[in-house]
């Protein structure tokens, strides 16, 4: 017996009946589990009325709070690509000792709580922590102010680009780059004119995914935060308070946000699968 071939065309089984089972049951779990909570949100959030959805998105501690997502989103996320890209590349193109350990470490936000990782910066940062001394000494605040924002969302995301790219840069190998060093290319030219047009659309998708992570993490930044209204509390932490407080409209409009994003980063990674599915394929493997 011999194996098969890629060139091989693909043997499909049809199951008269069990198909229509199958898609009746994902029909129902995506129903149960995905539109149906996306329909009480905006249900809920417009209960009383566009104007009183509005007006909950106008509200002092709602602006702050989307200001300061946005703003922690567009730190952490171009940290996190430029990472993400330096990962990728040392990993996939060159052998040095340590690899696999950096692979791992690339890996460990996946396994432990978001929790754990805002935990971590409260005890390096915090008043009691190993460096809080020194940062009261020279009036530098780290927890419950931005920087710790930043930094506990760049732990638990930071894995998202670093792992589109890896598998994708390994498939490519190192020829094209090797050429262009043969030819007398710099380092950086060559980086900007062959590795990055080979990575933009996968470098693309994974910032999108990390991006849609960054705005919606709860649990990292709910440890540094210290839930100060209009000062730490992000998106999440404001739909945490307002439903806290019994204000369903101004929570659900939060999370209507929240939800909204989900759908747009949705349809860009749809979109994104679609028009390049062939350079996308690989990151599907790891």
Same mark, same amino acid.
């Given at each position: 017996?011999?194996?098969?071939?890629?060139?091989? +065309?693909?043997?499909?089984?049809?199951?008269?009946?069990?198909?229509?089972?199958?898609?009746?049951?994902?029909? #129902?779990?995506?129903?149960?589990?995905?539109?149906?909570?996306?329909?009480?949100?905006?249900?809920?959030?417009?209960?009383?009325?566009? /104007?009183?959805?509005?007006? !909950?998105?106008?509200? +002092?501690?709602?602006?702050?709070?989307?200001?300061?997502?946005?703003?922690?989103?567009?730190?952490?996320?171009?940290?996190?690509?430029?990472?993400?890209?330096? !990962?990728?590349?040392?990993?996939?193109?060159?052998?040095?000792?340590?690899?696999?350990?950096?692979?791992?470490?690339?890996?460990?936000?996946?396994?432990?709580? /978001?929790?754990?990782?805002?935990?971590?910066?409260?005890?390096?940062?915090?008043?009691?922590?190993?460096?809080?001394q020194w940062l009261l000494d020279?009036?530098?605040?780290?927890?419950?102010?931005?920087p710790g924002l930043v930094l506990?969302?760049?732990?638990?995301?930071?894995?998202?680009?670093?792992? *589109?790219?890896? /598998?994708?840069?390994?498939?490519?190998?190192?020829?094209? *780059?090797?050429?262009?060093?043969?030819?007398?290319? =710099?380092?950086?030219?060559?980086?900007?004119?062959?590795?990055? /047009?080979?990575?933009?659309?996968?470098?693309?998708?994974?910032?999108?995914?990390?991006?849609?992570?960054?705005?919606?993490?709860?649990?990292?930044?709910?440890?540094?935060?210290?839930?100060?209204?209009g000062l730490t509390n992000t998106?999440?932490?404001?739909?945490?308070? #307002?439903?806290?407080?019994?204000?369903?409209?101004?929570?659900?409009?939060?999370?209507?946000?929240?939800?909204?994003?989900?759908?747009?980063?949705?349809?860009?990674?749809?979109?994104? *699968?679609?028009?390049? =599915?062939? *350079?996308?394929?690989?990151?599907?493997?790891?």
């Amino acid at each position: 017996m011999t194996a098969a071939t890629s060139s091989e +065309p693909m043997v499909r089984v049809r199951l008269p009946g069990v198909a229509l089972v199958m898609v009746a049951v994902s029909v #129902l779990v995506m129903a149960g589990l995905i539109l149906l909570p996306l329909y009480v949100v905006f249900h809920e959030a417009l209960l009383k009325g566009l /104007p009183q959805y509005l007006e !909950a998105l106008k509200e +002092p501690d709602a602006i702050s709070a989307i200001r300061l997502t946005l703003l922690v989103a567009a730190i952490a996320v171009p940290l996190n690509a430029v990472f993400g890209v330096a !990962a990728a590349w040392a990993i996939s193109k060159f052998e040095f000792r340590g690899k696999s350990v950096l692979l791992t470490l690339i890996d460990l936000p996946f396994s432990i709580s /978001p929790v754990v990782s805002g935990l971590v910066w409260v005890l390096l940062f915090g008043a009691q922590g190993l460096f809080g001394q020194w940062l009261l000494d020279h009036d530098l605040k780290v927890i419950f102010a931005v920087p710790g924002l930043v930094l506990a969302t760049i732990l638990v995301t930071f894995p998202f680009v670093a792992r *589109e790219l890896i /598998p994708l840069m390994q498939q490519q190998g190192a020829d094209e *780059e090797a050429a262009a060093l043969t030819l007398g290319a =710099s380092g950086f030219t060559t980086f900007r004119r062959v590795t990055l /047009p080979n990575i933009r659309w996968a470098l693309l998708y994974g910032v999108l995914l990390c991006n849609a992570r960054a705005m919606g993490e709860f649990g990292a930044v709910s440890v540094v935060s210290g839930h100060i209204r209009g000062l730490t509390n992000t998106l999440p932490l404001h739909v945490e308070v #307002l439903y806290n407080d019994y204000d369903s409209v101004g929570a659900f409009a939060a999370a209507s946000l929240l939800a909204g994003l989900g759908i747009v980063t949705l349809v860009l990674k749809t979109v994104l *699968e679609w028009r390049h =599915s062939g *350079e996308l394929s690989a990151g599907r493997k790891h």
